[in-house]
């Protein structure tokens, strides 16, 4: 083939359906006007890249074609584009614009396909959680990372940096990773965009492993419509672009340029079409494919197969050849897939690479080949004269080869086409110019690997972690000091001795640990196991997490056992707390709400069975306030704790119940100064009173709280199951009444629950009428307390605080006031001023010159649960012109868990509206974690209860790591509620919680008062 036009094509890949297919159209465009084509690339396979930064062929070609892009494995370095600007030839990029220089671009919009992808899988079916997976290795990707984001802002949503999987290619094993990783975070999304169909593919087919459904679980959309997209399972949703449209009208359009024709526009934008098929929810039916053009796919993917295996064992036997000897032969590395070549390296003399000098070279057909020692300037390698006579299915490739210290220089081919050219990684050439850098630097590839093994020999000694080797042979096992110290913690010592060792093991993971060892040594599983290892003394023992792996003979049986032993003690007492915080009141350790009510229809199915019956019983302290707000927090903590004991032990007491009930009976706490019990095996109303008095004679005893006697009294309501109520909520109400009589009868009492008892007492309809009347007159005002952001020590919220300054009784505090507001239904009223005060304040802080802040409103149980909930916060934001990202509505977890469903679709809509959700009073009521788990929640609030005494009490402190681990484990904003002292926010900071609330800061602050402290504590 004879040329009068020279080409160069800068591209980083020469396979796969992308560069694969764009290769070849040019190649075939250059053939047909009789142009060649250079494809010059840079070596891909370092550890360290740098771009590309080489001037080769600046001077010798016509017009140049780029598909190197910045984000590119080794990007077009900005001297080399300004080189082969200032030779006025004409230069077009494919796939992306060029701003450093003067140049023409073929593109397709990719935000905007992108944007429009992602915004199907938002309006069209409801996601608000969508991942993306893909590389920045091109800049369309990057551009498809943008568009993502874009539809994200368009529609309200938060981008969220978690929901972000980056890969290091844009092939299938990109997307096995990404899903890899997913799995190990945890899966917090019910859709993925990513920007590659292969990238898609790769994730789909690992996730449809790991039992996850596409698109029942998972909905996903790709981009490239691949010829495979639609044969995949499920088929799936992505952007069309042609590649051969790329090529073809990128040569045109340098073509036309290097004929003296100028374009009329600096870009070219190519079409893209969105393809909807199955994988993203979409009904789609799949065009069933003729059983011949089946077979005949198989039969050519057998044939790919046959032939990369085939190329495997050239390209072994070319390495060897090539490296037998001392000397690396390039001939012997490509002589079977190239009929000439040359090596070319810089020269060693000069600092600065310039000129490059030939070393090697061959031809097969008996061209001419450079002479060896040749030196040539970069900006003219190769000269045309060296480029042998080519047939139309051969090319020309500069390979740009170096190690992860230097440049080497260059490799230059003249070869035919692969084959196998649209299947990504298969060219077998880049992997033999990858082992002729290897080759040329085995020598120091050999000192590096002796270093390596010095540092492995340094970490042995220094790893925090017991390595252990086993020679089974000897049958001798040899430990480093980290282990001996880990087991001497406990009193133990090592020996040699495997079943000396094996000894030690606690004895109910003695069987499960033997069988796993047997498992490996016999089929080769994965040795990676958890145990106890039992210490000198009663009680002492350590957790240990093993892992090993065995160095085995010709003939695949295990000589030796090599691995690691890492304490995780720490870990598994971290679990357990956990597990014991979401079934448990953290401060007394008694059962929470939810284990209470898994107990009671246990034992309501028991007294069904044998005929017996059951006693609630509610108590409320009558004095916790004021000993708390005398004394402190710390001393009604204790008072609590005293209390807590005090009522098991009278329940369990053999006498307290009928025989054989006691080991069923059950005392819990519901929050603040309130606690439920649970009696069993009861037949007669009589035996509750006698357990109730009993209770209350107890109180008469003092507590001894601080070193004082402290006397506290308390007020019982009880009711009976099945004579008063068959339901629990029905049966603790019932109580509620009866303990409201207790104490309208003086406190200090206990009352059974009858029908009489269901009126209100005297005072509480005074206190009930006062409500409506401050409702009229306008009494409640609203107090602000700051929250913290810990990392920037800057206010970034506020909570808003309800204060009833009534005419009739003075300032009185919600917690005298909101339980009888929420049973009157006065609670809805109240808290939808509360909503409207708040955010009209925050609108107003705004207006004043307030940077936006996040405004914190509590929100009932009673107003949860209203039907036009959501329309009525929509409306207040609407009234008020407060963005929703600006409102955080607060709940309790036992606002939310009387209509679990019915809450989380409420909550889950004003999410997807934007505003955000937080959970108050983390860990005091139901179970947080299912909380966590059924609601779209952004913020974990901790109980003060949890903060008061971290500092001073190992288990709180514990406590509060263990939450705040768990918090950020799900991608959850963490708030420290009730933060009064430095060594807690020093705590709190370690831990990485993300704000705090409390005296520390601030009290509660009328707005004005507030407004001022924010701006001081800002501005400092």
């Known amino acids: 083939m004879t040329t009068s036009t020279r080409i160069n094509l800068l591209i980083p890949y020469l396979d796969g359906e992308y560069y694969g297919t764009i290769f070849t159209i040019l190649h075939s465009e250059a053939n047909k006007r009789g142009a060649a084509l250079i494809a010059i690339l840079a070596n891909a396979g370092v550890e360290n890249p740098t771009s590309f930064h080489y001037h080769v062929g600046a001077e010798s070609a016509d017009g140049w074609l780029i598909m190197m892009n910045p984000q590119s494995v080794l990007p077009a370095n900005l001297g080399f584009l300004r080189t082969?600007?200032?030779?006025?030839?004409?230069?077009?990029?494919?796939?992306?614009?060029?701003?450093?220089?003067?140049?023409?671009?073929?593109?397709?919009?990719?935000?905007?396909?992108?944007?429009?992808?992602?915004?199907?899988?938002?309006?069209?079916?409801?996601?608000?959680?969508?991942?993306?997976?893909?590389?920045?290795?091109?800049?369309?990707?990057?551009?498809?990372?943008?568009?993502?984001?874009?539809?994200?802002?368009?529609?309200?949503?938060?981008?969220?940096?978690?929901?972000?999987?980056?890969?290091?290619?844009?092939?299938?094993?990109?997307?096995?990773?990404?899903?890899?990783?997913?799995?190990?975070?945890?899966?917090?999304?019910?859709?993925?965009?990513?920007?590659?169909?292969?990238?898609?593919?790769?994730?789909?087919?690992?996730?449809?492993?790991?039992?996850?459904?596409?698109?029942?679980?998972?909905?996903?959309?790709?981009?490239?419509?691949?010829?495979?997209?639609?044969?995949?399972?499920?088929?799936?949703?992505?952007?069309?672009?042609?590649?051969?449209?790329?090529?073809?009208?990128g040569f045109e359009l340098l073509y036309q340029q290097i004929m003296g024709k100028k374009p009329r526009e600096s870009v070219t934008y190519l079409p893209t079409e969105f393809i909807v098929r199955a994988s993203c929810g979409c009904p789609y039916r799949t065009q069933g494919q003729p059983i011949t053009e089946i077979h005949n796919k198989l039969a050519k993917a057998q044939t790919n197969i046959d032939l990369i295996v085939q190329r495997h064992y050239q390209l072994a036997s070319n390495w060897v050849a090539a490296t037998r000897k001392d000397k690396f032969h390039l001939s012997n590395m490509f002589r079977e897939v190239s009929k000439w070549g040359c090596l070319a390296l810089w020269d060693p003399s000069e600092k600065e690479h310039k000129h490059l000098i030939i070393k090697q070279a061959f031809s097969n057909d008996g061209d001419p080949v450079p002479p060896i020692g040749y030196r040539i300037p970069m900006e003219r390698f190769p000269p045309a004269e060296w480029i042998p006579k080519m047939e139309d299915h051969e090319y020309v490739r500069i390979q740009a080869i170096r190690t992860d210290k230097e440049d080497l220089g260059f490799v230059m081919i003249v070869a035919p086409i692969d084959k196998l050219v649209l299947i990504s990684g298969a060219d077998i050439n880049r992997i033999s110019f990858l082992i002729t850098v290897a080759a040329l630097e085995r020598d120091r590839l050999f000192h590096q690997v002796q270093s390596i093994a010095e540092q492995l020999e340094i970490?042995?000694?220094?790893?925090?972690?017991?390595?252990?080797?086993?020679?089974?042979?000897?049958?001798?096992?040899?430990?480093?000091?980290?282990?001996?110290?880990?087991?001497?913690?406990?009193?133990?010592?090592?020996?040699?001795?495997?079943?000396?060792?094996?000894?030690?093991?606690?004895?109910?993971?003695?069987?499960?640990?033997?069988?796993?060892?047997?498992?490996?040594?016999?089929?080769?599983?994965?040795?990676?196991?958890?145990?106890?290892?039992?210490?000198?003394?009663?009680?002492?023992?350590?957790?240990?997490?093993?892992?090993?792996?065995?160095?085995?003979?010709?003939?695949?049986?295990?000589?030796?056992?090599?691995?690691?032993?890492?304490?995780?003690?720490?870990?598994?007492?971290?679990?357990?707390?956990?597990?014991?915080?979401?079934?448990?009141d953290v401060l007394t350790g008694l059962p929470n709400r939810k284990l209470f009510q898994d107990?009671?229809?246990?034992?309501?199915?028991?007294?069904?069975?044998?005929?017996?019956?059951?006693?609630?019983?509610?108590?409320?302290?009558?004095?916790?306030?004021?000993?708390?707000?005398?004394?402190?927090?710390?001393?009604?903590?204790?008072?609590?704790?005293?209390?807590?004991?005090?009522?098991?032990?009278?329940?369990?007491?053999?006498?307290?119940?009928?025989?054989?009930?006691?080991?069923?009976?059950?005392?819990?706490?519901?929050?603040?100064?309130?606690?439920?019990?649970?009696?069993?095996?009861?037949?007669?109303?009589?035996?509750?009173?006698?357990?109730?008095?009993?209770?209350?004679?107890?109180?008469?005893?003092?507590?001894?709280?601080?070193?004082?006697?402290?006397?506290?009294?308390?007020?019982?309501?009880?009711?009976?199951?099945?004579?008063?109520?068959?339901?629990?909520?029905?049966?603790?109400?019932?109580?509620?009444?009866?303990?409201?009589?207790?104490?309208?009868?003086?406190?200090?009492?206990?009352?059974?629950?009858?029908?009489?008892?269901?009126?209100?007492?005297?005072?509480?309809?005074?206190?009930?009428?006062?409500?409506?009347?401050?409702?009229?007159?306008?009494?409640?005002?609203?107090?602000?307390?700051?929250?913290?952001?810990?990392?920037?020590?800057?206010?970034?919220g506020v909570e808003a605080l309800i204060r009833w300054n009534s005419s009739d009784r003075g300032w009185i505090y919600p917690t005298e006031f909101i339980p009888l507001a929420e049973e009157t239904g006065w609670i809805t009223e109240i808290g939808q001023w509360v909503l409207r005060e708040a955010c009209s304040q925050m609108k107003s802080w705004i207006d004043q010159g307030l940077p936006g802040m996040v405004m914190s409103v509590n929100i009932s149980a009673s107003q949860l649960h209203q039907k036009d909930f959501v329309d009525l916060v929509k409306t207040a934001l609407a009234e008020t012109r407060l963005p929703p990202g600006l409102l955080c509505l607060e709940i309790t977890e036992s606002t939310a868990i009387k209509n679990l469903e019915v809450s989380s679709d409420k909550l889950r809509e004003l999410s997807e509206f934007g505003v955000r959700i937080a959970i108050d009073d983390f860990g005091t009521g139901y179970s947080s974690l299912s909380m966590l788990k059924h609601l779209p929640i952004q913020n974990v609030k901790i109980d003060r209860s949890f903060i008061c005494d971290m500092v001073n009490d190992a288990d709180d402190g514990a406590i509060v790591r263990a939450v705040i681990a768990m918090a950020h484990s799900l991608g959850l904003w963490v708030t420290a509620e009730g933060v009064e002292t430095e060594d807690q926010i020093r705590i709190l900071s370690e831990e990485k919680c993300n704000a705090i609330q409390g005296f520390i800061v601030s009290r509660p602050l009328p707005a004005e008062e507030c407004l001022l402290h924010i701006r001081n504590y800002n501005g400092r």
């Open 599 to 796: 107990r009671f229809h246990l034992c309501k199915e028991q007294a069904n069975r044998y005929g017996y019956k059951l006693g609630v019983l509610l108590i409320d302290l009558d004095r916790f306030k004021v000993i708390n707000d005398t004394m402190g927090h710390q001393a009604g903590d204790e008072l609590l704790k005293q209390v807590a004991d005090m009522l098991d032990g009278v329940v369990r007491s053999s006498d307290s119940v009928a025989r054989g009930g006691s080991e069923r009976s059950t005392v819990a706490r519901f929050g603040g100064d309130e606690f439920i019990v649970l009696l069993t095996h009861i037949h007669h109303a009589a035996d509750l009173q006698r357990i109730g008095d009993r209770i209350i004679r107890k109180f008469k005893e003092p507590f001894l709280i601080q070193g004082i006697e402290m006397f506290t009294t308390a007020s019982m309501g009880i009711s009976m199951y099945p004579d008063d109520a068959d339901q629990l909520d029905a049966l603790i109400r019932s109580a509620d009444i009866a303990m409201y009589k207790a104490k309208e009868n003086g406190k200090n009492r206990s009352e059974l629950y009858n029908s009489h008892t269901h009126s209100l007492t005297i005072e509480r309809f005074s206190m009930e009428n006062q409500l409506r009347k401050g409702l009229e007159r306008r009494e409640f005002v609203l107090h602000y307390q700051p929250q913290v952001k810990l990392n920037e020590d800057k206010i970034y």
């Open 84 to 249: 082969i600007a200032s030779t006025g030839k004409p230069i077009v990029t494919i796939g992306y614009r060029e701003q450093a220089i003067a140049s023409h671009s073929i593109v397709i919009d990719n935000r905007q396909a992108t944007k429009e992808a992602v915004l199907h899988l938002i309006r069209e079916h409801g996601h608000r959680r969508i991942a993306f997976v893909g590389s920045m290795e091109h800049v369309d990707l990057v551009e498809r990372f943008e568009g993502y984001k874009e539809a994200l802002f368009e529609s309200g949503i938060i981008y969220d940096e978690t929901l972000y999987y980056r890969t290091s290619d844009s092939i299938r094993l990109g997307g096995t990773a990404a899903a890899k990783s997913m799995l190990a975070k945890g899966i917090d999304f019910t859709a993925v965009f990513a920007s590659t169909d292969l990238n898609a593919i790769g994730m789909i087919e690992t996730l449809q492993q790991a039992g996850y459904r596409i698109p029942e679980d998972i909905a996903v959309v790709g981009f490239d419509d691949l010829p495979s997209a639609e044969a995949f399972h499920p088929p799936l949703t992505t952007v069309r672009q042609s590649f051969s449209s790329f090529a073809e009208a």
């Open 459 to 584: 970490v042995s000694r220094t790893t925090n972690d017991g390595i252990w080797d086993w020679d089974l042979a000897a049958g001798r096992i040899h430990w480093n000091i980290r282990s001996h110290d880990m087991l001497n913690s406990i009193g133990e010592t090592l020996t040699g001795e495997p079943e000396a060792f094996f000894r030690l093991i606690h004895p109910e993971d003695y069987d499960a640990v033997m069988d796993k060892f047997r498992d490996h040594l016999e089929n080769g599983a994965s040795l990676k196991l958890e145990f106890r290892i039992r210490g000198r003394h009663e009680g002492q023992q350590l957790w240990v997490f093993a892992a090993g792996d065995s160095i085995r003979d010709e003939n695949g049986r295990s000589v030796r056992i090599i691995g690691s032993l890492t304490n995780i003690t720490e870990k598994k007492l971290a679990e357990k707390q956990i597990t014991h915080l979401a079934f448990h």
